[in-house]
Structures are given as structure tokens and as C-alpha cells.
T-cell receptor
Framework: NAGVTQTPKFRVLKTGQSMTLLCAQD?????MYWYRQDPGMGLRLIHY???????AKGEVPDGYNVSRLKKQNFLLGLESAAPSQTSVYFC???????????FGPGTRLTVL | AQRVTQPEKLLSVFKGAPVELKCNYS??????LFWYVQYSRQRLQLLLR??SRESIKGFTADLNKGETSFHLKKPFAQEEDSAMYYC????????????FGSGTQLTVLP
């Protein structure tokens, strides 16, 4: 039981490049979330999904897109990376019956 | 709008001393509050939640609705408690997402 996994662990991009971060969970959770973690700002919600095929915007969605084609996967895309998107990205999931969110190990992204 | 405030960015205590990490919230309704902990370069993990009223790793937190606070306390800090601590509030919307405070970095000195 791997829980929540994220790939890649680290990535360096140049401004304007695109990339996709993958989050996978094996707990059959309905809800999945993408957060970014920045010093002094805690974690802020980017996008979330309440089930397969559905996505919604969070607090800081600009510059990001997401897709939830399969229940176990939640993809976060950056179409044209900017230095302001340098951050650590965390994925989380939770089931229907409990409000506890389970977090992945994070992806450290640097945009030059 | 809901909000979580952790007024201390950094907190240092000596091993064996009591520690209190402050958390205040604003929320209209009955809040559900959590403390998450993140050890160095690791993922966030749930430490405790107010509805379970548990004591985890010697930490406790009591919800004070009058003062809108959910402070985290431990009577005798250990070096392995050094970590980043986040207070978080469940939203009232259908997604039940978490609103996090900005975090407090706790350092327990030997």
C-alpha cells in the first residue's frame, strides 16, 4: 500500500517550458487536491477534484490546469512555467467517510 | 471568509521545557480543526484533530470556541519534536478542502 505518490520528486524548468506533475493514490479515495507550499505562506490550494472526471479551482489556480481521467490519478499541468511557480507541490487525497487528507511526498519545482 | 492564523513563524525551546504553538481561526459555523506536522523534507502527516480529542506523541490541543483558538501543547518537548507544524481548518464547501495557517517551525534545543 503505497498511499499517495508523486512524480517527479524534483524538476528544474526554464521559463516558458511546460510540464506535468503526476499524483497517484491507491486508497480508492474520491477527493484529490493539489497544494503549493511557499515559505511563510503555508499550503495553498491550487485545484481539487471531488471524483473521476471532475475538477475545480482552488485559491491559486492561475497558470495551472488539472485532469482526473482516472480515479487514482490527478495530474497538474503547467503550460508555460514562470519563476513565480517555483515551489514545492503537494498532492493529497481523502475518502468520503473521513476528513483526514493523506499527503504525497512533494515535488520540488524550480523555474529559472 | 475562513482564515487560520499562526502568529509565530519560528519557535525555539529547550528539551524538557513546555511548548505551546498558537493557532487562531475565523469561521462562521462549527469548525473542524487539525494539526499537521512536517518533519524535515518529509510529507505532511496528521498529528491530531479536535474531534478525536486524542493525545499523540504527547501533544494535545483543545478547541476554545470563545477565543477561536486551537493551540497545540506539550508539557515536555523532545528533540525529535523539531518540525514544521501547520494548523488547518476544514472548509464548509462540498470539497471540504483544508485552509492552512502559515506554519510554525519548532526547534527543540538540546
Amino acid at each position: 500500500n503505497a498511499g499517495v505518490t508523486q512524480t517527479p520528486k524534483f524538476r528544474v524548468l526554464k521559463t516558458g517550458q511546460s510540464m506535468t506533475l503526476l499524483c497517484a493514490q491507491d486508497m480508492n479515495h474520491e477527493y484529490m487536491y493539489w497544494y503549493r507550499q511557499d515559505p511563510g505562506m503555508g499550503l495553498r490550494l491550487i485545484h481539487y477534484s471531488v471524483g473521476e472526471g471532475t475538477t475545480a479551482k482552488g485559491e491559486v489556480p492561475d497558470g495551472y490546469n488539472v485532469s482526473r481521467l482516472k480515479k487514482q490519478n490527478f495530474l497538474l499541468g503547467l503550460e508555460s512555467a514562470a519563476p513565480s511557480q517555483t515551489s514545492v507541490y503537494f498532492c493529497a487525497s481523502r475518502g468520503l467517510a473521513d476528513n483526514e487528507q493523506f499527503f504525497g511526498p512533494g515535488t520540488r519545482l524550480t523555474v529559472l | 471568509a475562513q482564515r487560520v492564523t499562526q502568529p509565530e513563524k519560528l519557535l525555539s525551546v529547550f528539551k524538557g521545557a513546555p511548548v505551546e504553538l498558537k493557532c487562531n481561526y475565523s469561521y462562521s459555523g462549527s469548525p473542524e480543526l487539525f494539526w499537521y506536522v512536517q518533519y524535515s523534507r518529509q510529507r505532511l502527516q496528521l498529528l491530531l484533530r479536535h474531534i478525536s480529542r486524542e493525545s499523540i506523541k504527547g501533544f494535545t490541543a483543545d478547541l476554545n470556541k470563545g477565543e477561536t483558538s486551537f493551540h497545540l501543547k506539550k508539557p515536555f518537548a523532545q528533540e525529535e519534536d523539531s518540525a514544521m507544524y501547520y494548523c488547518a481548518l476544514i472548509s464548509s464547501g462540498s470539497a471540504r478542502q483544508l485552509t492552512f495557517g502559515s506554519g510554525t517551525q519548532l526547534t527543540v534545543l538540546p
